[in-house]
């Protein structure tokens, strides 16, 4: 038998899509001179799908990777390539959203290791969805992490729109000698402090890459914002600057509403030190804030309790000493805006996940009214690839109801709206990624860049900026494995089945036909290609979050010591079809009430 070979082999599983962004997912495989393999897996995100795909989110198909089990037959079937370890690299959706849907639908997930707020953020979030936790281990910038024989893992500091980003530098061994080392950097950004957590500390980071001599060295870069047309940054303070001016500028307006991206702590911050400057309180309205603050509050970091609001939201907007009232919310994309219009009508008792934002922008937020009181600062830069027409879409809403609406300048100008730059891109433009790699070469000259995190132009303007200062780049795809050994990247494993993802169906209710579907809803599990055409259903989940939860963000301690408690790598309850009738009735009365209480 001939002599197995060593190699090393990235794969990336997601993350690097014709069109949208998101499903980030990479895979590292290394095989020693005995034939053993190892495996370490970078992220499982979600992707943003279009709405006329029917879906609300995809995933990178990892069957070869996780044990799963038929959640009908209870059935095992064993993965292919078993992942040791899985490393996240921050808690946006897009490198985690496919955590939980995983687990409902019956696979097994790896030991995940993560920053604090990271971890403590997962925990959260599998607690709201009344789902144990899988296994995590926290880390932190500077830990070395030996996976199996001949893998080792070190974190390293990122600078990111959260908290507690890290970047992977892998070493692969081969007979206790360095093979071959792959720096995965996550979403990042090279310049400037942040308001909150740690930095981008540039000569650690080159000191990592320099430290041990390496046959090859490949980088993963961050393409996101590597356009020609990417601006200079503007820097936290200038941004605060710049909204305090904005709301002085409708001094007249006294409701300021500030859609975010519930998890872009570094944008919170901006509206907390804008609060601060306003001698107000903001109210943070969505349960995805509420998470976000109590994970800050986990991680040891600040939690704004001098301007953040502790009290109802009734309580909020009837306080007499607070002239300016200030409400952070979630939606900046405006998440369930099209399902909600083109499944329900107008009928206020949608079963549709919906974002604050949306709720007020469709005049169905219990509490909020928008009229001329008010000033929308829609601070997010509308991305078209995530929202697609809704984020417009909800902006025109809003103003149709007397709202001013100051927005920060996207890629291209949306109705005539007064433009302000309010925020900054979490993610490196494409002069700091020149200025970065100029001493990236200096450290270690022979590495190669493989683009990740963006469309295949993004990658290519990646691509093109390196040539200019003499840095070999290897532009990948979904799919594709490359080995990386001796100076060179191969393409070992071009993609030549179909790619296939994961995608989530939340079950609608027919318009016409008396309603059927429970208030938490149903997701159907599908198989998909990369253009959403369906080829099996997998399995249909209910959700399992308590119906009696909802819409109660008071009762954090609870839930926060619940995931502090709980036990690893408890089987999922199981729902069966028989019961799923007795949920609906159960979930529908219970909505009723609420419904009545609220009028
Ligand atoms: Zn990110």
């Known amino acids: 038998m001939a002599k197995p070979r060593v190699k090393t082999i990235l794969k990336f599983i997601g993350g690097i899509n014709k069109d949208r962004i998101g499903g980030n997912c990479s895979v590292l495989e290394h095989?020693?001179?005995?034939?053993?393999?190892?495996?370490?897996?970078?992220?499982?995100?979600?992707?943003?799908?279009?709405?006329e795909s029917g879906f609300t989110a995809a995933y990178p198909n990892v069957d070869e990777y996780f044990d799963r089990t038929d959640l009908k037959t209870g059935k095992i079937y064993k993965a292919l390539k078993p992942v040791n370890t899985l490393f996240i690299t921050h808690a946006h959706e897009d490198h985690i959203g496919a955590l939980i849907n995983y687990t409902k639908m019956g696979y097994t997930l790896p030991p995940i290791k993560a920053g604090a707020f990271?971890?403590?953020?997962?925990?959260?979030?599998?607690?709201?969805?009344?789902?144990?936790?899988?296994?995590?281990?926290k880390i932190k910038a500077g830990d070395i992490i030996r996976v199996g024989d001949n893998i080792e893992v070190e974190a390293v500091d990122v600078s990111h729109s959260i908290v507690d980003s890290l970047g992977f530098y892998t070493l692969t061994y081969n007979k206790g000698k360095p093979y071959a080392a792959i720096m995965n950097n996550g979403d990042f950004l090279t310049e400037e402090e942040m308001p909150v957590g740690k930095a981008f500390n540039k000569a650690r980071y080159l000191d990592t890459l320099k430290r041990k001599k390496v046959p090859t060295t490949v980088l993963c870069l961050d393409s996101t914002s590597t356009t020609p047309q990417s601006s200079e940054r503007i820097g936290f303070d200038k941004a605060v600057e710049n909204t305090y001016n904005a709301v002085m500028t409708h001094a007249d307006r006294n409701l300021i509403i500030s859609p975010v991206i519930s998890r872009s702590v570094q944008n919170i911050a901006i509206d907390v030190e804008t609060a601060r400057r306003l001698g107000t309180k903001i109210f943070l309205d969505g349960k995805w804030l509420q998470t976000v603050k109590n994970a800050m509050a986990l991680s040891g970091y600040e939690n704004f309790d001098d301007v953040i609001y502790k009290g109802t939201i009734q309580g909020y907007?009837?306080?007499?000493?607070l002239t300016k009232k200030y409400i952070v919310c979630t939606g900046a994309f405006a998440q369930g805006l099209e399902n909600y219009e083109y499944n329900v009508g107008i009928d206020d008792t949608s079963p549709i996940p919906?974002?604050?934002?949306?709720?007020?922008?469709?005049?169905?937020?219990?509490?909020v009214k928008i009229d001329k009181n008010v000033l929308i600062l829609a601070r997010q830069r509308i991305i078209e690839e995530i929202n697609g027409r809704t984020g417009p879409k909800m902006l025109q809403l809003f103003a149709s109801q007397g709202a001013a609406v100051v927005m920060t300048p996207g890629n291209r100008p949306v109705g005539g709206f007064e433009e302000v730059r309010m925020q900054d891109s979490g993610h490196a433009n494409a002069n700091a990624v020149k200025a970065l790699m100029i001493d990236v070469k200096k450290a270690v000259p022979d590495v190669i860049v493989i683009p990740i995190h963006g469309n295949p132009e993004q990658c290519r303007n990646t691509e093109e900026i390196m040539s200019e200062i003499g840095v070999k780049t290897y532009v990948a795809g979904n799919q594709e494995g490359l080995e990386i050994s001796h100076g060179k990247v191969i393409n070992v494993e071009p993609k030549v089945t179909p790619m296939t993802w994961y995608a989530v169906k939340s079950v609608m209710p027919n318009p016409f036909a008396e309603r059927e579907i429970p208030l938490e809803?149903?997701?159907e599990y599908w198989e998909v290609t990369e253009d959403y055409h369906p080829l099996q259903k997998i399995c249909e989940v209910q959700n399992t979050t308590k119906s009696k939860e909802r819409g109660k963000y008071n009762n954090h301690e609870k839930k926060i010591s619940q995931a502090e408690e709980m036990p690893y790598r408890e089987q999922m309850r199981k729902t069966s079809l028989k019961t799923k009738n007795k949920k609906i009735k159960t979930a529908y009365d219970l909505r009723k009430k609420m419904d009545k209480r609220n009028r």
């Open 31 to 51: 095989t020693d001179e005995t034939g053993k393999t190892e495996r370490v897996m970078f992220d499982l995100g979600s992707m943003f799908t279009p709405y």
């Open 118 to 137: 990271t971890r403590n953020f997962i925990r959260l979030a599998f607690a709201a969805e009344g789902m144990i936790a899988p296994e995590m281990e």
């Open 317 to 321: 907007l009837n306080d007499k000493r």
């Open 354 to 367: 919906m974002s604050s934002a949306t709720k007020m922008a469709l005049d169905l937020h219990p509490y």
């Open 521 to 523: 809803g149903m997701k």
